[in-house]
């Protein structure tokens, strides 16, 4: 009877990948669900809290290695059926994400410099670049640029995986809003590369999913974080898998899923994580402070100001998200020269009507 299923399942090639995919997401989601509760057991006998400080939102001390949880439950998934097909070149960015989760657990248990972070997130992306061939080659005609020189194709994959990596580490600032951005943002990759065949990073990105999704119901209700674990996990992944997304999609040209503005659709997706980091980066320049010094300047904090809950304000973000998402579909078939303008100028109104509706509720609260 196994072999009759096995030789079914081989006539029948994408209901086998099918029942991977579904496989791969369930057995994450149960991983790192069954770890959550244990973790946090051991963060209360041990006393390994996040403790609530005058920056910080929360004011009950919380278990902060959710992303441990996370890790595990996508690490075992992946290796289990992805690694079950043709391996070509995960094992270097399974190797840069084992580096990406070091760098967390250090900076969760043991507060870590900066410097010291970009360096261990600088070896991880070179560990991809040079052995796992995940680079940007060209920007497809973005700001006129085609092919790179190879310095700028590394300066450039360099740039990008580094700024999505911590832009993700910065919106991790209150329940749920980090994980559930990041279920949009692996559900759509997954979908397309499902979409194109590409089974591996399918996969990865739906047993990540399913991870993300085992930890939220905890997050949601703010017995857990994700940690810097968690969130450098999450934004590394992302970063890679733009990367891939944008190369392939420039080799697929037939199908319903190849987009003439790949770019901009990867924008549109991470445009929460992206804008609100340059944004905070600028204001914190311009006020001559660094622009990794914490503030309460988030739009996340923004909207916690105006009223929103944690989960109205996760909701609302993702929300808009699918928003953007939705634009970058439809426009399918313009320049990114145009759309990506368009794409910040949008976020930009949306921030600064936020900005100015808190600041007038704040100062009639003040007047009373």
Partial sequence: ??????????????????????LGLVSSFLI????????????????????????????QKIPTFGGV?????????????????????????????IIIVVVGMRDDFLS???NLKLLGQSGASFLIMLFGETRFLSLHGFLGINE????????????????????????????????????IVFGFYGTWFFYYENHI??????????AVLGFLKYNYQGKIFMGDTGSLLLGFLAAATTIIFINENAHQVHGSFHFTNSISIASAVLVYPLFDTIRVFVIRLSEKRSPFSADRNHIHHWLLRGGFSHL???????????????FGF????????????????????????LVKKTKEKEFKNLKK
């Avoid at 996370?70 to 190797?95: D, P």
């Avoid at 109205?312 to 939705?326: K, M, P, R, Y």
Wanted: proline share 3%; aromatic share 14%.
């Fill in 148 to 183: 790179l020189p190879v310095f700028w194709s590394f300066l450039v994959t360099w740039f990008t995986i580094i700024v999505i990596t911590n832009a993700f580490n910065l919106i991790d600032g209150i329940n749920g809003l980090a994980g559930t951005v990041a279920l």
């Fill in 69 to 97: 949880a996370i890790f595990v439950g996508f690490i075992i998934s992946t290796m289990v059926w992805a690694f079950s097909h043709h391996i070509s070149n995960i094992q270097y960015l399974i190797g840069a994400i």
């Fill in 112 to 114: 870590l410099r900066a």
């Fill in 32 to 59: 790192t669900r069954l770890l959550i509760p244990e973790i946090i057991k051991i963060s209360d006998a041990y006393n390994l809290h996040d403790q609530p400080n005058s920056r910080k939102i929360h004011t």
């Fill in 1 to 22: 009877m196994q072999n009759d299923l096995f030789k079914f399942l081989e006539a029948n090639p994408n209901l086998s990948e099918m029942l991977t995919l579904f």
């Fill in 330 to 353: 439809v426009s399918n078939g313009f320049s990114d020269n145009y759309l990506i303008p368009f794409i910040i100028l949008i976020a930009f109104l949306l921030v600064t009507f």
């Fill in 201 to 210: 990073m399918t996969v990865l990105c739906f047993s990540l999913f399913g």
């Fill in 312 to 326: 109205q304000a996760t909701f609302l973000v993702c929300g808009v998200t699918l928003g953007f998402l939705v």
